[in-house]
């Protein structure tokens, strides 16, 4: 009986670590899956009629999306590392769009994410980083201080 517990609260402990990895693997393969599909669309597009671009673009959708829901089925098992913790900046919280230009103030190298794989952010371009804006973040052309893209309540 006493040997049946501890195998039960082994398991138990064990099946977490087991669940969540095979969450990171089904969202690397969905963004590779992506990847694949948008290059199939680019070859139907090339070379390929209508009705093949049409079946290409419906294809990308699917993987877009399956991508997207694996990366949130990833974040929801792996809170610790995107919790937000108790962040404050010297200004007020704003929420920033697209094309909106900041002062660098608001851009500086104090804000930016430092590692953005850990986070699963895609690569930054040249001349741009991951800032991060209380619980949001944001790619911000260094040069000029433009928006490229938001996340808002990226941080829990």
Request: glycine share 6%; aromatic share 12%.
């Amino acid at each position: 009986m006493r040997k049946l517990i501890i195998l039960g609260l082994l398991a138990a402990t064990v099946a977490p670590s087991v669940a969540s990895a095979q969450s990171y693997g089904e969202a690397r393969r969905s963004e590779r899956n992506l990847r694949e599909e948008q290059r199939e669309l680019r070859q139907a597009q090339r070379y390929g009629d209508r009705r093949d671009v049409r079946e290409e673009r419906r294809d990308v959708r699917d993987a877009r999306q399956e991508a997207r829901e694996d990366w949130r089925d990833y974040r929801r098992n792996h809170r610790d590392v995107y919790r937000g913790g108790n962040w404050r900046a010297p200004f007020r919280y704003n929420q920033w769009n697209v094309g909106v230009q900041l002062r660098p103030a608001y851009y500086n190298s104090r804000y930016y994410i430092a590692d953005p794989y850990r986070y699963r952010l895609p690569r930054p371009g040249v001349n741009q980083r991951w800032v991060r804006h209380y619980n949001d973040v944001l790619l911000v052309n260094v040069r000029n201080g433009r928006v490229i893209q938001v996340h808002r309540g990226f941080f829990w």
